[in-house]
């Protein structure tokens, strides 16, 4: 398998310009999760989708972040509009949910944004 | 709530060096532990778990045992390489939250020289 994919790996935009970060979780994993990571707060879990539903998105900053997951092999992370505190590396990662290693999340390579 | 405290980094050693980098957590309930490492410009990626006390997880020379009676969960590698230059993060998953939901510590760097 390919692991996670995620796209773009990098971004560069200019504030108040919408963002859409891409991921593909492996296959066969049920769930899905997406961190920022900043040297300032570290790695932070914004949301997790269970089988495509949504289960925790109290991490989620505000109401300019919103993610989906149309099917089980992809989900997007949007911001709208972009601001420059939200200059961050990405993460999307995922789970299986039957075997000893349910617990065991798989990052994908991440998504460096850099709002200007 | 449930938290994970690491130590401060970077952690500086020469090759070959003996390393240790703490890590103690407080949950309410029986979590189960892990370390995750990042290499510079990748993703994080397990490096081993303890699922209950006494446990020892172990991979590429590295160890860290789950010590419930001083809730910490300590990792060590008796030689390390330059290759091992990376940020560590400890974490645990909760029954009481998800075992899916991870908490991670704030990570520590460690650098090592040759």
């Known amino acids: 398998d390919a692991g996670v994919i995620q796209s773009p790996r990098h971004e560069v935009t200019e504030m108040g310009q919408e963002v859409t970060l891409r991921c593909k979780p492996i296959?066969?994993?049920?769930?899905l999760f997406w961190y920022r990571q900043t040297m300032m707060r570290g790695l932070e879990l914004l949301i997790y989708f269970n089988n495509n539903v949504p289960i925790d998105d109290s991490g989620m900053p505000e109401d300019r972040f919103s993610a989906k997951m149309p099917n089980a092999s992809f989900s997007t992370l949007k911001i709208q509009p972009s601001e420059p505190r939200d200059s961050a590396v990405y993460f999307c990662?995922?789970?299986?949910?039957?075997?000893?290693?349910?617990?065991?999340?798989?990052f994908g390579p991440g998504t460096r944004l850099l709002v200007l | 709530g449930n938290s994970v405290t690491q130590m401060e980094g970077p952690v500086t050693l020469s090759e070959e060096a003996f390393l240790t980098i703490n890590c103690t957590y407080t949950?309410?309930?029986?979590?189960?532990l892990f370390w995750y490492v990042q290499y510079p410009g990748e993703g994080l990626q397990l490096l081993l778990k303890a699922t209950k006390a006494d446990d020892k997880g172990s991979n590429k020379g590295f160890e860290a045992t789950y010590r419930k009676e001083t809730t910490s969960f300590h990792l060590e590698k008796g030689s390390v390489q330059v290759s091992d230059s990376a940020v560590y993060f400890c974490a645990l998953s909760d029954r009481n939250t998800g075992f899916q939901k991870l908490v991670f510590g704030t990570g520590t760097r460690l650098l090592v020289s040759p």
């Open positions: 949950a309410t309930g029986y979590p189960s």
């Open positions: 990662a995922s789970s299986p949910d039957s075997s000893q290693w349910k617990e065991t999340q798989y």
């Open positions: 296959s066969g994993h049920d769930y």
